[in-house]
């Protein structure tokens, strides 16, 4: 069984940075895609970033581009999400999901999920 933990979320002012952490406790992180969601009080899930198993390859949201990036360190069985240029609009919950079994944006793809850190940006 595969337990995700979330880490690094907080309160920080627009313009500001964070760094979350996605902590994977099983051996099969090296050949799992990990992804990135969030999800704001009244709204779906969405789709943030994700990097392959293969070759680091990462996609992200247009909303997110040039502003976050999304890396892994397999020998830390963790996963990454830098967050730069902060914007409140960005406030959420933010998870990480790990093996998408088909379409990666989608949330329903994803076997396994974290708790969730919350990420608050004041303006």
């Known amino acids: 069984q595969v337990q995700l933990v979330e880490s690094g979320g907080g309160l920080v002012q627009a313009g500001g940075s964070l760094r979350l952490s996605c902590a994977h406790s099983?051996?099969?992180?090296?050949?799992?895609?990990m992804g990135w969601f969030r999800q704001a009080p009244g709204k779906e899930r969405e789709f943030v970033a994700v990097?392959?198993?293969?070759?680091?390859?990462?996609y992200y949201a247009d909303f997110v581009k040039g502003r976050f990036t999304i890396s892994r360190d397999n020998a830390k069985n963790t996963a990454y999400l830098q967050m730069n240029s902060l914007k409140p609009e960005d406030t959420a919950v933010y998870y990480c999901?790990?093996?998408?079994?088909?379409?990666?944006?989608?949330?329903?793809?994803?076997?396994?999920w974290g708790q969730g850190t919350q990420v608050t940006v004041s303006s």
């Open positions: 990097i392959s198993w293969t070759n680091d390859i990462t």
């Open positions: 099983g051996s099969s992180f090296r050949r799992s895609d």
């Open positions: 999901a790990a093996n998408p079994r088909d379409d990666f944006r989608k949330a329903g793809s994803y076997d396994y």
